[in-house]
């Protein structure tokens, strides 16, 4: 096993992430056991909607008394970030067959959208996206299942700060990208948005602001050409 994670980057970025997803993934159980939902409504969760981010929010809504409606439109809203990351990856990682690419949508995480983009060969695309896939969603719902039983004693993953391994595997994979200047004004300008939203939105929406960046990247109509 360590020979395979020393000569293969991509498991071993894998793994990593994991052992990170993991932890979360204990809190995630202990927290939802904690506001009263039964064990077999939490594995339920992150078997059917496998979010973290979204199921964090459900959880915190359903606490403050929230109505299912409302928890259902929340999760839609936060999740709404996954169509540009459907657009930004393609079909051809997903794979050929419908079955295979309803599987890999719904394996669709921050994550593994963002291993796939940092390799430059498509058959190591694949690769990576159905590992990342693969491997979130069997650690995510082994261990939101064991916090779920374990208890509250678990507490919150940024007691531990493994909850910044997520935003900074994310950051370790981009930054590679951010060769052209037009992907360096985009970056800057997303980031900017999202940290000026950050304080007067709900938790993931300023992210969907931040796409409004993407404009910087269309093209600029040549005026002596539409004078023509």
Known sequence: ?????????????????????????????????????????????????????????????????????????????????????????????????????????HLMTDESVAFALAQDDPARRRRAYWMTGIGLFVTWNI?????????????????FGIDAAFPAALLALTLPSLKDKVAVKVALAGAALALLTTPFLPAGLPVLVALVALALALPVPNKKKAER
């Open 143 to 159: 261990a939101s299942a064991v916090g779920a039983v374990a208890g509250s004693a678990l507490g919150d993953p940024a007691t």
């Open 1 to 105: 096993m360590r020979s395979i994670l020393r000569t293969d980057p991509i498991a071993r970025d894998v793994t990593a992430l994991c052992a990170a997803g993991v932890v979360v993934g204990l809190s995630f159980g202990a927290i939802a056991s904690a506001a009263g939902l039964p064990l077999s409504q939490i594995i339920a969760m992150s078997l059917v909607v496998y979010a973290g981010g979204a199921q964090f929010l459900a959880v915190g809504l359903a606490g403050a008394g929230a109505t299912a409606l409302a928890i259902v439109l929340a999760g839609l809203l936060l999740n709404a970030r996954h169509l540009p990351f459907g657009l930004a990856i393609g079909s051809q990682p997903l794979g050929d067959t419908r079955t295979a690419r309803l599987l890999g949508s």
